[in-house]
Nanobody, 131 residues
């Protein structure tokens, strides 16, 4: 079992930056692969970014096309925390952002883009970007 707690959301203007944090507690953080998803009102939950790791390849990161080159996912094993640095925010980035964790390894990176791959979720943090 792992518990996830997001923080760092807020109201910002277009072009601003925010850093979301996801603090994990419970079982060993390093055994989980982590993702960020978001959900806007009336829309389905959408993949944002994921970070996976193996002893052979180290960290691997994946991003939705809509956030590539603007958002960066990273992790701090010492703090058991995953971050999502969001730069050049746009009004269409407005959503509730969720942190997710999974212990299920998949050899296909596309698995980590699917919310069904994850079995632990945080409660979400609201990000609102005004134009």
């Amino acid at each position: 079992q792992v518990q996830l707690l997001e923080s760092g959301g807020g109201l910002v203007q277009a072009g601003d930056s925010l850093r979301l944090s996801c603090a994990a507690s419970g079982r060993t953080f390093s055994t989980y692969y982590m993702g960020w998803f978001r959900q806007a009102p009336g829309k389905e939950r959408q993949f944002v970014a994921a970070i996976t790791w193996t002893g052979w390849t180290g960290d691997s990161t994946y991003y939705a096309d809509s956030v590539k080159d603007r958002f960066t996912i990273s992790r701090d094993l010492a703090e058991d925390t995953v971050y999502l640095q969001m730069n050049t925010l746009k009004p269409e980035d407005t959503a509730v952002y969720y942190c997710a964790a999974t212990s299920r390894f998949s050899p296909y990176y596309s698995s980590y883009l699917n919310p069904t791959q994850y079995n632990y979720w945080g409660q979400g943090t609201q990000v609102t970007v005004s134009s």
